[in-house]
């Protein structure tokens, strides 16, 4: 599939402002899919290290946020991020 056809294939999906703006940041090469696997890798790590300590919602969220920090290169990046956890939680507790 070339690069024409994967646009019109995403135009046509039913995915969320967010995730068409991200996708463009990937097509434009502003953002490596690779830095993704690079955070979740990093994310991971963290909360096994939490899960190992008495700990509230706070720290997880702290753990996260120092496993993100140094894949935040924007405001707008750190704004997309808390509002994709806002999303998922909304989701989950029917705010949504």
Request: a negative charge; aromatic letters at 6%.
């Amino acid at each position: 599939m070339d690069k024409k056809e994967l646009i019109k294939k995403i135009e046509k999906s039913d995915l969320t402002d967010d995730q068409l703006r991200e996708i463009d940041k990937i097509i434009a090469g502003e953002t490596e899919i690779n830095d993704y696997k690079e955070v979740l890798h990093e994310v991971s790590e963290r909360i096994s290290y939490v899960e190992s300590m008495v700990v509230d919602i706070g720290d997880v969220g702290n753990e996260i946020g120092k496993a993100i920090g140094d894949y935040i290169k924007s405001e707008e990046d750190k704004k997309d991020f808390i509002d994709g956890i806002y999303n998922g939680i909304s989701l989950i507790d029917g705010t949504h």
